[in-house]
């Protein structure tokens, strides 16, 4: 009786192994089934982007040769047909990234044109400055530096409207591979001294004295003709400047001459950008003419200089009326500046050279 149960027994757990095989078998097909499915939902959701992306560049690619791979843009009267292409176009990397051109010209904003009979598009802006930045559009490699000094800062400031970039590149080669390299600066700084003081264009190295080094009859040779200048002076942590908008030349007998324009300007430690102040007055006697010491500005009412680089290689800045910076551009005045470099913002003509200046005074 007992080996009869025991057999009873054996093929009941036998008959329920195998039912537990055959289940861990359908859940095995199972789980492979829905692997499979899930990679087919997967591929299949891939192919519909890719397909919907497809559409969005032909209906783009319609919509492009519906206007004739051209649209008329009336700014402020004068219209300008320009190609898509160079205000739409994943290959430049100046108008890669969604811009104001972009947002206009897309199908999904709804953006239609001002005059549906001509198709132009309205803008409230300079025609002028906008010519520049066609130019800078049209050509992926180009930069900043064929846009007058006079209209860079109408241009940043359109560029910075239409939210169009600039490459980084541009500002080493305007500024050429030697700025710099005796003056540490980052890039945030160099983009601002590219934008602020050189105005885009590519300078031109006048004067280079360390401290100690530093002749004031050196740099009066070397700079007194070359037309306006930029200062760039480190000292310690700090690195400040001046842009003269006249040459250093002493006018008949007066040390003291106008020069419109100027300004001051200052690199603060850990800061990107720079800060900047320009001559309260045009009028004002602010350049400082004399032998004896490197680039002086204002102010004569005061009898003392805001900004000036002594005889011995010394840096002062004190608090005045023409620029009103004062004290800002180093922390403290009397020191002995580590390196001065003179630039001439545009490059320097034949007759303003050496040996030029020497052959003409003979």
Known sequence: MDDNVA?????VHGAIQGVRDSLNGIEKCFNQEMSLLKKTIQQLTNNEKQETAKI??????ARLADKQEKVKLNVRGQVFNVALSHLVSPRNPKVAED?????????????????????????????????????????????????????QEGFSAELDF?????????????????????????????????????????PTLLYRSTGRQFSAAAFHKKCDRAGSTITLIKQGPNIAGAYASRSWVREYSAHWK??????????????????KWPLRSQTAHVM???????????????GSAEFCVTHDGQ???????????????????????????VYSPQPVSWWRTNWATQFFAL
């Open 7 to 11: 057999t009873i027994m054996s093929h």
């Open 56 to 61: 969005k560049q032909n209906v783009q690619q």
């Open 99 to 151: 811009t104001f051109f972009t947002a206009m010209l897309s199908s999904e904003s709804g953006w239609a044109p001002d005059n549906q009979e001509t198709g132009e598009y309205y803008l409230d802006r300079d025609p002028l400055l906008f010519q520049h930045v066609l130019n800078y559009l049209s050509d992926p490699n180009s930069d900043t530096s064929s846009v007058p000094s006079c209209q």
């Open 162 to 202: 239409y939210s169009v970039s600039r490459p980084h590149i541009s500002v080493s080669l305007s500024l050429g591979q030697d700025f710099g390299s005796h003056i540490p600066l980052t890039g945030g700084q160099l983009e601002w001294l590219h934008e602020h003081v050189f105005r885009g264009n590519k």
């Open 258 to 275: 106008t020069a419109p324009l100027s300004f001051l300007f200052c690199l603060e430690p850990n800061e990107p950008h720079g800060h």
């Open 288 to 302: 400082r003419c004399i032998r004896e010491n490197g680039p002086t500005f204002g102010d004569d009412r005061c």
């Open 315 to 341: 840096v002062w800045a004190r608090q005045g009326l023409d620029f009103g910076c004062g004290a800002r551009l180093f922390d403290a005045g009397g020191q002995v500046m580590d390196i001065m470099e």
